[in-house]
């Protein structure tokens, strides 16, 4: 085949797959970045048998802490509905997700926000209907320590306090079997 011919079948092959895509309902800019992203790495070196090499500021700058696109299940976020079924069964959400540079940190949010879907929720007895569901989603992104070390540290007192006193609870005197409080050894 000459180089037009592989070109000439590049631009086929896109535009079947662009009709795909479209046949499939992935028309949103995330999907088509992804397509495109692949093609890009499916078409490396024009067909040769080269393999592509993602450099390292790109592969770092795609692994950072930050909000990004998530299918998140319904059920998961209401998990009391769990008699009715929902179409879809699962929302696009903003969650944050990516690495930190240290182990004891994780991907939290710092920001969010409500956003609220209309589903169609289907009752038990088959009846549907459109409700709307608010969903958490995460607007900005940090590494932080995990919130259970930021709660025991919290706890932790900073200085000596007072002690409270055991309260002094009536017994019975083992000499004389009188009731007295704890304080009085020997009350008899």
């Keep these: 085949m000459s180089d037009y011919d592989?070109?000439?079948f590049n631009?086929?092959?896109?535009a079947l797959t662009l009709r795909w895509i479209y046949s499939e309902g992935l028309d949103d800019s995330w999907d088509l970045m992804t397509w495109m992203v692949m093609q890009l790495a499916l078409s490396a070196g024009n067909g040769s048998s080269e393999v592509?090499?993602?450099?390292?500021?790109?592969?770092?700058g795609r692994s950072y802490c930050r909000a990004l696109e998530k299918l998140v299940d319904v059920l998961s976020e209401y998990p009391d509905e769990v008699e009715h079924m929902f179409n879809?069964?699962?929302v696009s959400l903003l969650r944050c997700s990516g690495c930190c540079g240290d182990e004891n940190l994780h991907c939290m949010p710092v920001e969010?926000?409500?956003v609220t879907?209309?589903?169609?929720?289907?009752?038990s007895t088959g009846r549907p209907s459109y409700v709307e569901l608010t969903f958490s989603q995460h607007i900005r992104c940090q590494c932080r320590?995990?919130?259970e070390d930021m709660k025991l540290e919290r706890r932790r007192p900073k200085g000596r306090g007072k002690r409270k006193r055991e309260k002094q609870r009536p017994t019975d005197c083992h000499l004389c079997g009188h009731t007295v409080p704890q304080s009085q050894l020997y009350p008899c």
Excluded: G, R, Y
Aim: aromatic share 10%; net charge negative; charged share 10%.
């Design 52 to 60: 592509e090499v993602v450099p390292f500021q790109q592969v770092w």
């Design 6 to 8: 592989d070109k000439q």
């Design 117 to 123: 879907m209309q589903l169609l929720m289907i009752h």
């Design 112 to 114: 969010t926000a409500n």
């Design 11 to 14: 631009v086929e092959f896109q």
């Design 145 to 147: 320590p995990p919130l």
């Design 88 to 90: 879809p069964s699962c």
